[in-house]
């Protein structure tokens, strides 16, 4: 057998230019354009260049790639153009999902975005003067009826709207005790996603911490032995990814309050998750509401819009009018402001709670799911998918919150527990991760488990479909 030399080999391959021009790529440079399709043939090309040089291809393996070459460029091409950032189903039964996206929005809060993204919107623009206006009135006015109308005491709520809640807690933080001292128990000096901690937020507000108390145990007497004629707030942040259990003690809420009056120093809350929705309706407790810690008497609330709220991302202040106000006119303000299209988002989804429609609002959808409603849907997965190669079983668990919200909050679930002859549980949740759309799974104990509390009902074919896919 003649023995064909590297040279001739490299001979074979077309020209980036030929391979192109072919007739069979014809309808591919139509579709995604000339450049796209060129990029593509030039990957193609260097990738078997690159292996005639190693020498893992001899005559007959170049011969075979040629013959495939044109559905090789297009798989590139395909592959080169698709979005990165892109939907994935979550069996992993964390309904706030940090990692993937955290909160779902609702159906109304897309629709509202398309109609004001793709257009031209009334977002500074007071259509009634036919002057400018502002872009807070288009949340103002939600936030009021959600918040105000039940809040007696005091000026009115305000509302203002930045990026995410860390960048809330900056603002109201530089804006309230910029130069000065904020008095924040030991035991709540919490670290967020990111190695975000609570005492570096502050040192970028240009305000001085005072710990008080211990990690385990603060009383109200530590705060009132702290504060000097530095004071400038008093803060508490819940702790609402991780929980202090034991020998613990911490302030009630209405002391703090009662201490901030006498010694008229603002309280300001970090809530972080923030839920406009009582909670122990479906079974979970200890996770306050914005409306509870402003009854209370918080006078600034600082939440999220992607947790419990069930929103986009954002941060979100509610508090006395006149604190608010201050922190709108903050340079740092307009730094951290959102865009059209969280203010379209954020508007639809509060207008569902005006509506007290929350079965619209995916997150509290998926906290609401009873465990048997779940179950009818595993054993109609499990039925289907039954065979010699894929067996599945379906077993009780717990679907969590997640998303630094409830720590201890667990819902019950049924899961369906999938295993695959001579394919290990990392192996098979490879695989799930490999489909179009990657299918998310958790392993746990040796087993591939999927909750289909947070897999939507249309999504459930198509897992049906992978693990056939697999099994074949």
Do not use: W
Not at 212 to 241: M, Q
Not at 349 to 377: C, F, H, N, Q
Request: hydrophobic share 40%; proline share 4%.
């Amino acid at each position: 057998m003649k023995t064909v030399s590297k040279a001739d080999l490299y001979r074979k391959l077309p020209s980036v230019d030929e391979l192109v021009r072919r007739p069979a790529l014809a309808s591919l440079v139509s579709q995604e354009g000339q450049i796209a399709v060129t990029d593509a043939a030039r990957a193609v090309l260097e990738s078997l260049r690159k292996e005639i040089s190693l020498g893992s291809l001899d005559a007959d393996r170049v011969d075979l790639a040629l013959s495939g070459l044109d559905s090789a460029v297009e798989r590139q091409c395909r592959r080169a153009l698709r979005y990165s950032l892109r939907s994935v189903i979550n069996a992993t039964g964390v309904i706030l999902h940090t990692n993937l996206g955290r909160a779902p929005l609702p159906d109304s809060a897309l629709e509202h975005i398309r109609k004001t993204a793709g257009a031209y919107s009334n977002l500074e623009f007071d259509v009634e003067s036919g002057e400018r206006g502002k872009r807070d009135a288009h949340m103002q006015r939600l936030f009021s009826k959600l918040l105000s109308d039940d809040v007696q005491v005091g000026p009115p709520v305000s509302t203002i709207v930045v990026n995410n809640n860390a960048a809330a807690v900056l603002l109201a933080l530089n804006t309230l005790a910029e130069g000065g001292e904020v008095i924040v128990s030991r035991g709540e000096l919490v670290e967020i996603g990111g190695s975000f901690r609570i005492p570096e937020i502050m040192s970028k507000a240009n305000v001085l911490l005072r710990e008080v108390g211990t990690t385990n145990r603060t009383r109200i007497r530590d705060y009132e032995r702290a504060i000097t004629e530095k004071t400038r707030l008093l803060l508490r942040v819940h702790r609402s990814n991780f929980e202090i259990s034991g020998f613990t003690e911490q302030p009630k809420l209405e002391e703090l309050v009662r201490l901030a009056r006498e010694r008229n120093i603002p309280l300001m809350e970090d809530l972080g998750s923030g839920a406009l929705f009582d909670l122990h309706s479906i079974g979970m407790s200890g996770e306050p509401t914005v409306l509870d810690s402003l009854r209370a008497g918080v006078e600034v609330v600082t939440y999220s819009g992607d947790k419990l709220l069930g929103g986009p991302q954002a941060g979100l202040l509610s508090g006395r009018g006149d604190l608010v106000a201050r922190m709108r006119a903050n340079s740092l303000f307009r730094a951290l402001r959102v865009d059209k299209l969280t203010y379209a988002a954020l508007e639809a989804t509060l207008m569902a709670y005006v509506k007290a429609d929350y079965d619209s609002i995916p997150t509290l959808r998926l906290m609401r799911l009873s465990k048997e409603e779940v179950g009818r849907r595993a054993e109609s997965v499990a039925e289907k998918v039954q065979s010699r190669q894929v067996s599945v079983e379906v077993v009780d668990g717990e679907s969590v919150i997640g998303g630094g919200a409830a720590p201890s909050a667990a819902v019950p679930t049924r899961l369906l527990a999938v295993a695959c002859a001579g394919m290990s549980p990392d192996k098979l949740a490879g695989r799930l991760r490999a489909f179009d759309p990657p299918i998310i799974a958790r392993v746990e104990e040796g087993r591939v488990l999927l909750d289909l509390r947070t897999v939507f009902p249309q999504q459930d074919e198509i897992i049906v479909q992978a693990l056939a896919q697999i099994a074949a």
